[in-house]
């Protein structure tokens, strides 16, 4: 379980909230609360450019970490570098950032019903036969070898056992995505939770517990899958 923390090279975290076209009018305000306030846990040097990929999207980006904040219409999406450090990290993310996030900014700019939560790990895997032998059983054993292999498939959880509230229709939905990158593969876990009804404010949507549950589904569900990977 250890060495295969090891290989998450990094997390992203993003909330998706209904759709709102002030966000844009006020995004510069955003940004200059994300990197100056004295409540932020990132600031300049954390986050020393900005780029404005269209009218609707302002990021912060670091090109030396490859670490970014954006923040359009729908979401808000935060990517971390992980470098040896995954537990240090994940902890900063559910209790620094969210705390600002909940408490601070989208308090302060009114961002509200919050539609969804997710997390992704990402992985970097020693390359092996295995991704080769699935395409070789889809195929019906026509393609014994192939190129850029790139998978991707979901499973949703359960209702009942994605509930933290009553009389609701939340559920969880995680997606597994395979990518093969010249002598490696990119192994990503997308762990979600979907609000329906939307929860009009990020304080009341125990993103602290769909944290803790992600990181014990990648523990003691998804790892099973690497493991058998990893296992030449």
Not at 126 to 134: F, G, I, P, R
Not at 201 to 207: A, G, I, Q, S, T
Request: aromatic share 14%; net charge neutral; glycine share 4%.
């Amino acid at each position: 379980m250890e060495n295969l923390q090891k290989n998450i090279i990094g997390i992203t975290f993003g909330i998706r909230f209904a759709r709102s076209f002030r966000i844009p009018d006020i995004s510069g305000c955003i940004m200059d609360n994300i990197l100056y306030s004295e409540n932020t846990p990132f600031g300049t040097k954390f986050f020393p450019n900005l780029q404005e990929i269209s009218s609707r999207e302002k990021t912060l980006y670091n090109s030396e970490t490859s670490e970014y904040l954006r923040i359009n219409t729908d979401d808000l999406i935060l990517g971390i570098k992980i470098d040896n450090d995954f537990q240090k990290k994940f902890d900063w993310l559910k209790i620094d950032v969210f705390k600002y996030f909940s408490n601070t900014l989208f308090r302060e700019y009114e961002i509200q019903n919050i539609r969804r939560v997710g997390i992704v790990f990402s992985h970097k895997l020693s390359k092996n036969k295995k991704l080769n032998e699935a395409i070789s059983l889809i195929s019906g054993n026509t393609i014994n070898s192939a190129d850029n292999i790139n998978i991707s498939f979901s499973k949703k959880i359960g209702a009942i056992e994605a509930l933290y509230r009553k009389n609701v229709t939340d559920y969880k939905n995680t997606i597994y995505n395979f990518n093969e990158v010249k002598e490696a593969i990119h192994a990503a876990l997308d762990y979600q939770y979907y609000y329906e009804p939307a929860i009009q404010d990020l304080r009341e949507c125990f993103v602290d517990k769909i944290l803790d549950d992600a990181k014990v589904f990648l523990e003691n569900n998804y790892y099973k899958w690497l493991t058998i990977h990893e296992n030449k």
